[in-house]
């Protein structure tokens, strides 16, 4: 009897059991994700949907408000938290860009900077350099067949592919909040394309170090960073090295040669092509880690905790990789020591990342606080970076930027503080820390919808997920961006981009986002397609109002349009809208200095020609094209 009664239970368990195998099985584990508390804000659940939507993926696309709701709104968010869904199609578009999936070396090798290649083709013969200039077509030409006799490419491309896959990624991953967390870490912990030593180590970076770590553990996330060579070139402690530097280098020389003598290759070392740069303590990195990393500049720290963590992190610098620039200047005494030689040494080698005893300060140091006996070596750093990741002041500031990123910006400090509070007792699980904030009165708050102003990457990737518009072409609607203001990966400052709507709006900014929305609809971005008229069911509208109401509608779901609608109206029937728009943002980029420079350095690096768009002078401006434009360019469009 009690062997029927438990293979009848089974058999009333097993659909349930097969479901939740199967949820193990996609990866859709609950983690944590409890009901969402919108109604305490009398907002309806297809409200819901748009503002969570809005918020943690790069926009809406057609139809996609009825799927989530279908799904149920902290299922959606879940599978989003989770990262694990198949982009069978994303990947199939960036195939062709055979630089994304290089290494670091293969990127140097490949990808010579313009100074390395006149050196290495002087070198080799293939030009003189007393008439490198002579004849600027017969160089290039000479140039260019150097190049493809050594299989080697100009570094622009490099960055080229590496901004189309920006833009494709945003606009079609289906896994939205990883791409947009991977914006948000890349912000935080900003590199610049704009120093060259850094430059062609960012594709790398992004890929091999924010975006696997977007949503795991905050110290990962940290120590990652400090040991990549983008960030080691750009704050400049590959180049640091203690007091006692110069006490170690009759012993580093020797130590070197032995090495040199024990893998055989000193015939290899090449010498440097100049005398390379003086050594001494950089106190960037340490001052930014505290900064803008981690404590936030009110966390509590002083100068001279600066100095001292600038001192645990001597020695935190660049393994020798790739054959050319400076990167390979000791290369061959590292060729044929594993790491267990180099370990015996007091060496650290993981990845690009080399800890060298030798530029290390041996002494004491005392840092928040916190005694470091000398001789710690390498593991100082880490414990000093462990530190930092556990602080509480890096809680508050970590937990603070996310809530303006995704919330308000000037977030409640009631849910700053309660997500600070997740950070801390999770080991700063950046998931859990989401959501904590996603389940808050605070985020669903009617004063939080709509609250947050789009940058122009946000907007251009927005505009082209609600047209579900087919990209062929991405780094046309990179040029639009950089037009709008925002350069990515060419942001100077390591603070990175600010994430408050003051930054962005003024004058001169809505009139280039107007043009940009009149540009995009009237197909005048080349390699952008949209069909408008299967965005309604293949109905076009019969007036110019109508088509208003509808697209409207269709651009920014679940919003009450009364008064926009209103505005935008007097705009429709002005046949030469577009011409005027174009001619007010020019007048004031001519006006605006700051503004001017800014367009005309967007496409000093990376020069891609413009195309006359066949379809200007035939549909361009057709009223429809003109309707949608000027919604995508309204101000209430710019809100998120």
Known sequence: MKKGLNFLLAILLLPFIGLVFSSFLKGDSTNGVTKFPYSVSSITERQAAAHLISRFSYGVTPGQIDAVLKEGLENWFNRQLNAVQADDSLSNMLASFDALQLTNEQVLDIYPKNGQLIRMAVRDGAINKDSVRSNRKEYRDTLLSYMNKHGLKPVNELYRQFINQKVLRAAYTNNQLREVMTDFWFN????SITKGDCAEFIPAYERDVIRPNALGKFSDLLMATAKSPAMLYYLDNFSSSGDNAEKNKAGARKQQMNMARMSDTSAMMPMPAKK???????????????????????GGYTQQDVTQAARVLTGWTVYPIGNYGLLNRKKGIF???DDEALKNRGFVHDGDFLF???????????????NFAAGGGYDEGVELLNILAHHQSTAKFISRKLAVRFVSDNPSPLLVNAMAKTFLASDGDIKKVLITMVSSKEFWSKASLREKTKSPFELAIGAVRVLNAKITQPYQLYNWINKMGEKKYYYQAPTGFPDRGQYWINTGSLLSRMNFGLALATGRIPGVKIDLIALNNHHEPESSVEALKIYGKLIMPERDLTQTIKRLTPLLNDPALVSKISAADASVKKTNPMQQQAEMTADTTLKMPVRKNKMQNNTGDTMLAQVVGVIVGSPEYQRR
Do not use: Q, S
Request: charged share 25%.
């Open 188 to 191: 935080h912990f900003n590199v």
């Open 276 to 298: 390379a740069k003086k050594g001494g303590l950089n106190e960037n990195y340490a001052r930014e880690v505290m900064e803008l990393h981690t404590l936030g500049v009110d």
């Open 335 to 337: 060729n044929n020591l």
């Open 356 to 370: 060298n005893p030798n530029k290390h300060d041996n002494g004491e140091k005392v840092v928040l606080g916190k």
